[in-house]
């Protein structure tokens, strides 16, 4: 069973609004991964962190969203200014040893 | 580039008959494969990985997947499904350890009583 925490659980904003999300990794695993899953169950890689420092992310990510990874602190993800299109489920997962190990995910609604 | 395919959105079967969900990949070497499963609600959940050995993979609740290099191929396969085995199962494939990984669209399996 996973460990990976993640809140919370819903989140309901208005369009231009910030939208924020946590996420707890599972203790020993130093990648972080956020990927964003739509309801079309299309999964969008947005950014990944080893030991708390950026190892890829996507263009809109680095425009758009504001993600950290400190250490003894939970990892977070960050939408600036909230668009429709960002409704979806937003899916932190901890790695270690290429196995990922995913949370229960944020859902997202923007109205 | 590196993609995954899943053929099939959505398979109904009884429960008991045997499962095979497809898989296929594109990239050129090797890749890390996994398949994993997410219930409603819920996050995904790992059932398997493959990178090297035995192209036949064991993996929870007796899933178990087969490697093909020459067809590109990571079918997903259980002998006789339960009630409890309806989710959307979805094959991955990354290119190196700790590297972003690229999903599949997903294959609903829907299992009939």
């Known amino acids: 069973n996973s460990k990976v925490i993640q809140t919370p659980r819903y989140l309901v904003k208005g369009q231009g609004q910030k939208a924020k999300m946590r996420c707890i990794p599972e203790?020993?695993?130093?990648?972080v991964f956020w990927y964003q899953q739509n309801k079309n169950n299309e999964f969008k890689f947005l950014i990944n962190f080893q030991n708390q420092e950026v190892l890829q992310q996507i263009d809109m990510t680095e425009k758009r969203f504001s993600a950290e990874c400190p250490s003894n602190s939970p990892c977070s993800l960050e939408i600036q200014s909230s668009e429709a299109g960002d409704s979806a489920l937003y899916l932190c997962?901890?790695?270690?040893?290429?196995?990922?190990?995913f949370g229960h995910g944020t859902k997202l609604s923007v109205l | 580039a590196q993609s995954v395919t899943q053929p099939d959105a959505r398979v109904t079967v009884s429960e008991g008959a045997s499962l095979q969900l497809r898989c296929k990949y594109s990239?050129?070497?090797?890749?890390?494969l996994f398949w994993y499963v997410q219930y409603p609600r819920q996050g995904l959940q790992l059932l398997l990985k493959y990178y090297s050995g035995d192209p036949v993979v064991q993996g929870v609740n007796s899933f178990e997947a087969e490697f093909s290099k020459s067809n590109s191929s990571f079918h997903l396969q259980k002998a006789s499904v339960h009630w409890s085995d309806s989710a959307v199962y979805f094959c991955?494939?990354?290119?190196?350890?700790?590297?972003?990984?690229?999903f599949g669209d997903g294959t609903q399996l829907v299992v009939k009583p």
């Open positions: 997962a901890s790695s270690r040893n290429e196995r990922l190990f």
């Open positions: 991955a494939l990354s290119m190196e350890s700790n590297n972003r990984i690229f």
């Open positions: 990239y050129s070497a090797t890749p890390y």
């Open positions: 203790k020993g695993h130093p990648v």
